[in-house]
Structures are given as structure tokens and as C-alpha cells.
């Protein structure tokens, strides 16, 4: 939890604000776990699988915001609702 609150400190300290961070924050363990029962993985495997998830829409979520030029309040809540 301290790790989701230092990224977001950072974010509305340059004047930027993620609402995406509950979402990720919600749907990685649940990427985690499936990856670990149903696909078969291991525990690392796994663990790997959901960190690539929370990659993924950060990437997103910094590409349309960086390149398209749209809020990151917006972008981000988009990519909540998503």
C-alpha cells in the first residue's frame, strides 16, 4: 500500500492525478491468481504475469496522456472504466 501511495504522491506533487490506481490496484491480484490456478503457473510466474498487467496500463495510461495530449484525470478515468 505504501508503494501505491509514494507513485501517487509523486504524481499530484508534478501536478498530475491517477484515479487508475484503484482499478489496478483491484484487478492485478485477481490476473495473479487466476494465472496461478487456472493457467497453471507458478507462484513467481504468476506474480510476473499480474506485474505485467499493472505495466501495461501504466504504459497505456502514459501514452495517452503524453501522446494525445489528454488529461491525465481523464485518461486515467477512462482506463478505470475500461
Given at each position: 500500500m505504501?508503494?501505491?501511495a509514494i507513485?501517487?504522491?509523486f504524481l499530484m506533487i508534478s501536478g498530475e492525478f491517477d484515479l487508475s490506481v484503484a482499478g489496478v490496484y483491484a484487478v492485478v491480484p485477481?490476473?495473479?491468481a487466476i494465472a496461478f490456478s487456472r493457467w497453471g503457473f507458478g507462484l513467481l510466474p504468476a506474480l510476473l504475469v499480474g506485474l505485467a498487467v499493472a505495466?501495461?496500463?501504466a504504459l497505456v495510461?502514459?501514452?495517452v496522456t503524453v501522446r494525445?495530449?489528454?488529461p491525465s484525470f481523464i485518461?486515467?478515468?477512462g482506463?478505470?472504466?475500461f
Open positions: 505504501a508503494v501505491v507513485g501517487a504522491g485477481y490476473i495473479t505495466v501495461l496500463i495510461n502514459g501514452w494525445l495530449h489528454v485518461a486515467t478515468l482506463m478505470m472504466f
